[in-house]
């Protein structure tokens, strides 16, 4: 707070106000730490004032959160929460005036992700549950939001028009099963049921050690789902990657029994459906998951219920509202195995190593569909992204990005360079969002398709970006996988659709048949894949 002062001296001396306005900010939130709520309020106000005048919106928004935090933290939950609302007002205002770039309103819709989280929780405090998920929501896949009212060909205007409840009320009617809304503050996990009759059900769970990172990161490596598999490296990382998948046999070590891999899901299960168990109905569950907990592998935590996620409730209403004619009912685009030679290192050396087994997959799936699959060098990027835009299917089996799940495909013929630039292999994610999807379900068949950075968007990567364009629904997988896994995974999966169940109902049946095997019943073997968005049926017929 001395230093405060002294900077906030030469703010003055020198007419910096915005520099002002910033130091009664640091000054204000000094006093609420050492429990001086009047004087905190004071200073915060003097901040709020500043921001006014000099026309900083984005300073008036964050003043107001202060201001709103400072009447939280002191009991007055009607203050605090006028504040927190006049804050998003001026967030809101903020993000639509980014318009189309993607980027930028990520990155600021998640700076922003305090304030949200403090309205639905001062709400709680308040007694307002059904209120708090409303708040919630609307903190939720924003961004994503805006891009499907474009690509869906929705009145922005109209839409907008429509109050946080009014939106979430219009999406319980499309809901077809029990969902479960999940919202994270610190180690705090709030839990909304919504039934298909629109009944909303409360429950509050509390992770005892830690929070959602630290659990989840110690889940994944208990169930070895960071530990290398017998597999081909479908890892992309041209800087060579350190994740690479081992060719060693696997050890008796490391095959867990289904029980023993399963007990170690146990603290995961007790914070998600342990305190909601009592309220589930039926066989399948759609989550809206937050935070870390959008990494989570939710086939796993249930045998008899099949579970997949959706980003929030409004951009799932806006995907099952598509128009009837929106999404392709036949055609199918299978890529395995994208030849990339060409892709060599300094020494002149294949940076990439060619996938047999998953050219082997797109084959067998190709013979079950009556489908020529691309592969090798007919692969290209252009290629791929020329025939995705039309089909019902898009599978794909290749390298992916460990951070985001872009994929490498055979380098376009005609590029500028002969060596290929990223450019000219990497599917990139503005690459998919740059074009028009109809397709109703995407399968991603490669390492760490599901990855990507985690933020008030859900997961930012690859799988997005293909909602993004249009897709209905796409399968991904959370980690590194087994190629012998993964090919009897799809086979079974893909000959559930033909038999005509859903793609969650293939799904489960797929990971049952994994999770029954003596072979491959440890739970990093079949519960890697995950659901993300409507359900799904495809027409695969005979010829």
């Known amino acids: 707070m001395e230093y405060y002062e002294q900077q906030l001296s030469i703010a003055k001396e020198v007419g910096d106000r915005a520099g002002e306005g910033l130091v009664y900010g640091n000054l204000g939130s000094s006093y609420l730490t050492l429990g001086k709520v009047k004087e905190a309020i004071e200073y915060h106000e003097h901040s709020l004032s500043i921001s006014k005048e000099i026309q900083d919106s984005l300073g008036e928004g964050f003043a107001w959160y202060s201001l709103g935090y400072d009447h939280e933290m002191s009991g007055s939950f009607s203050n605090a929460l006028s504040c927190y609302r006049s804050s998003i007002k001026h967030f809101d ?30 709400l709680l405090k308040n007694g307002e549950v059904d209120e708090a998920l409303y708040a919630a929501e609307k903190c939720r896949a924003q961004v994503l939001m805006d891009i499907l009212k474009e690509q869906y060909g929705i ?21 077809p099963s029990q969902t479960v809304f999940v919202a994270v503050d610190g180690n705090n996990i709030a839990l ?32 070895g789902a960071r530990d290398g598999v017998r597999c081909e490296d479908r890892s992309l990382d041209p800087l060579h990657s350190n994740l690479r998948c081992s060719k060693q046999p696997i050890s008796e070590k490391t095959v867990l029994s289904s029980s023993s891999s399963v007990n170690s899901l146990q603290p995961l299960y007790d914070v998600l459906l342990g305190p909601i168990v009592d309220l589930l109905e039926g066989d399948e569950l759609i989550v809206v998951p937050d935070g870390q907990f959008c990494l989570a592998p939710y086939s796993a935590l249930s045998e008899s219920i099949r579970i997949r996620t959706i980003p929030s409730l409004t951009a799932f209403n806006l995907i099952a509202g598509a128009p009837e004619d929106f999404h392709s009912k036949t ?3 299978l890529v395995g195995n994208p030849c990339l030679k060409e892709v060599i290192n300094e020494t002149g050396k294949p940076i990439f190593k060619q996938l047999k087994c998953a050219e082997k997959e797109v084959k067998m799936i190709g013979e079950l569909m009556q489908v020529t699959p691309l592969i090798q060098r007919n692969a290209t990027k252009a290629e791929v992204l020329k025939k995705m835009k039309s089909v019902a299917l898009v599978h794909i089996a290749a ?19 002969p060596v290929p630039k990223e450019d000219d292999y990497i599917l990139k994610m503005c690459d998919v969002q740059a074009i028009s999807l109809r397709a109703r379900l995407v399968v991603l068949s490669c390492c760490h398709s599901g990855r990507g950075e985690v933020n008030s968007e859900g997961v930012v ?17 959370l980690w590194a996988i087994n190629d012998e896994v993964t090919f009897l995974f799809m086979k079974s999966f893909y000959q559930h659709l033909k038999d005509g169940k859903s793609a ?40």
Request: hydrophobic share 40%; proline share 2%.
């Open 93 to 122: 205002e903020i993000r639509h005036s980014l318009k189309s770039e993607d980027e930028w309103k990520i990155t600021f819709q998640h700076s922003c992700r305090v304030t949200y989280t403090a309205l639905w929780r001062t």
């Open 155 to 175: 009145n922005t205007k109209s839409f907008s028009s429509l109050t946080p409840k009014q939106s979430l009320l219009a999406a319980l009617k499309l809901l």
């Open 192 to 223: 909304w049921v919504l039934g298909k009759d629109s009944k909303i059900s409360f429950r509050l769970s509390v992770i005892e050690n830690g929070d959602a990172n630290m659990l989840m990161e110690t889940i994944l490596k208990r169930i």
């Open 331 to 333: 055609g199918a685009l």
């Open 399 to 417: 390298h992916a990005s460990p951070t985001t799940g872009e994929i490498a495909l055979a380098p376009n013929i005609e590029r500028k360079s």
């Open 461 to 477: 990567g690859i799988a997005r970006a293909f909602l993004c364009a249009g897709a209905r629904s796409v399968l991904v997988s």
């Open 504 to 543: 969650s109902a293939a799904l489960q049946q797929a990971t049952k048949s994994l999770r029954g095997s003596e072979q491959y019943c440890a739970i990093k073997h079949w519960a890697p894949f995950v659901l993300v968005g409507d359900d799904v049926k495809l027409e695969i017929r005979k010829k």
